[in-house]
């Protein structure tokens, strides 16, 4: 076992360039094009909601800056899978919504999410997921608390419960 504790940053950032080349091999070979492993989450955010949303919901929900969520929802309504529209109340406000070729990805969506948990986790007891999990939400807030740059600092509701 390899007891250098301080290499940690370098291993998370290992395990996300290996957990993205294995969803872009999974997207390849399913010929799904313009989608990037980043848009993951915003997909599956919107694969919950029954209608149209405001992008600062989405923006809250992965936490990611508003610039960077906007510019990934410009890339999924170019490759047609979302449809933006202004609202009529507010100009600052814009809704987002799948299409119907956005709604299409959802079994895609859904059996890649399994499997890439399955080659994540391998055969990893119930028990070691659940503290890999635990210890990887306190690292994050660690660095939440402890970096005043970052814009979210409260958990998102689907800390507990995300996949991707």
């Known amino acids: ?27 390849e ?29 989405i923006v ?4 990611r800056a508003k610039s960077t969520v906007t510019g990934m929802v410009n890339t999924l309504e170019r490759h047609g899978y979302v449809r933006k529209t202004p609202s009529e109340d507010d100009g600052r406000v814009v809704y987002v919504e799948l299409t119907e070729k956005g709604n299409a990805l959802r079994a895609n969506f859904d059996e890649i999410s399994e499997n890439l948990l399955s080659a994540i986790y391998g055969k990893m007891s119930q028990k070691d997921r659940e503290s890999l999990s635990r210890l990887l939400r306190q690292v994050e807030k660690n660095l939440r608390v402890s970096c005043t740059c970052l814009l979210y600092t409260s958990p998102s509701p689907r800390d507990a419960t995300s996949h991707l």
């Open 1 to 27: 076992m390899n007891s250098d504790l301080r290499g940690i940053v370098g291993q998370i950032a290992r395990v996300r360039e290996l957990a993205n080349e294995w969803l872009e091999r999974e997207l």
């Open 29 to 57: 070979a399913r010929a799904i094009e313009g989608i990037h492993p980043a848009h993951g989450t915003v997909l599956a955010f919107l694969f919950k909601q029954q209608s149209p949303v405001p992008i600062k919901e």
């Open 60 to 63: 809250e929900d992965v936490r």
